[in-house]
């Protein structure tokens, strides 16, 4: 514990240190105007983690809803993988997207640090229709709280990008998306590789995942209902599974807000972010089956100041026969140093209570954000 406080005082320092950095420049969005009318953006940012993780749960460079490994743990990492770039190109009404960050793999800390680029976003949209890859129409976006951790409470979210073909009409969201049965383990037992060897080893299927949503809106902020609706079929089971998802941000005194999801059913690859897969052989009755979820999180925004703002959030996802039982929760400061830049420190833990099972880490995470 004693290591632990001293090296968040260390990064206390680190935080500081970023107060002296000197102003840069506001940056508008770079805009090209093409004598045809059509319109280019660039867009995206730049952020730099500095991240100490303490405890029994392995180092991760962001915590996703996996038990990573009970290993005794005392971590510095320092990196630059969140950071991205994004083009826009508008043609009358139709617009093109293409987004890439830096989590793809690459190189070591030796010498380079050298990372490669990930395909995160690619579509093209116009008022009614989008076509192409980005996040589900499951996922509730605004929900999302705002955490210095990549995605926050993901063990408790709603969180997957890919193909879709969505169509929006009023207040509704209709979607076919890619189809995908998620049958192994995340190497800490229990699924037994379900699907990936032997005869039914196909995770495709020859229909598409199908999602519907409704989103309200008014002066007290907004909200949303979602409807998943998919057939599982690999590892010889051959079913229909179904989830469905509550979710919120609601406006609170002065400028807070309370952002909320609940997700229940066979949600499994769509919630928690690897939490559960979607089918397991059930260690009772050694039956293959639809794994089912129930996962939520709730944050709270405080806005201190034009300047400063804080989020306490708390998540927590558990299967119903796998007995997976894991949480994310956190606290923050935020500080707007300017328009287009934040500097920020974080608290939290993670935590695998699995049947079984009693690990957790601790972590400090400082980071500095540079909006373009």
Known sequence: MNNFIKKTAVLGFLLMGTSFITTVANAEALELDFKNGDKMKFGGYLKVDARYVNGNLNYQDYWIGNNPGAVETSKLGLNVKESRFNISYIHNDWTGFIEMDF???????????????????????????????????????????????????????????????????????????????????????????????????????????????????????QASVAGLLRKVDQGGIDATATAFSLSGKINAVGKDDIRFQLTLGESGRYAGVTLATDIVVDPVSGETKAEKTTAWYVGYRRMWSDEYRSTIFYGNGETDILRHDRSHYAVNLIRQYTPNMIIGVELGKYVVDDQGLDLDSSYLQTSVKFTL
């Open 103 to 221: 989590y793809g793999g690459g190189g070591n800390e030796i010498i380079s640090n050298s990372v490669n680029p990930r395909l995160r976003h690619a579509f093209v949209k116009n008022e009614n229709w989008l076509i192409g890859q980005t996040w589900s129409t499951f996922m509730p976006l605004a929900a999302l709280v705002e955490s210095l951790d990549f995605g926050g409470p993901m063990v408790a979210e709603g969180f997957i990008r890919q193909v879709q073909i969505r169509y929006t009409v009023g207040n509704w969201q209709f979607a076919i998306e890619n189809a995908q049965t998620f049958g192994d383990t995340d190497g800490n037992g229990g699924s037994g590789n379900v699907g990936v060897t032997g005869a039914n080893n196909d995770p495709d299927s020859n229909i598409p995942d199908i999602v519907a949503r409704y989103n309200f809106k008014g002066d007290w902020g």
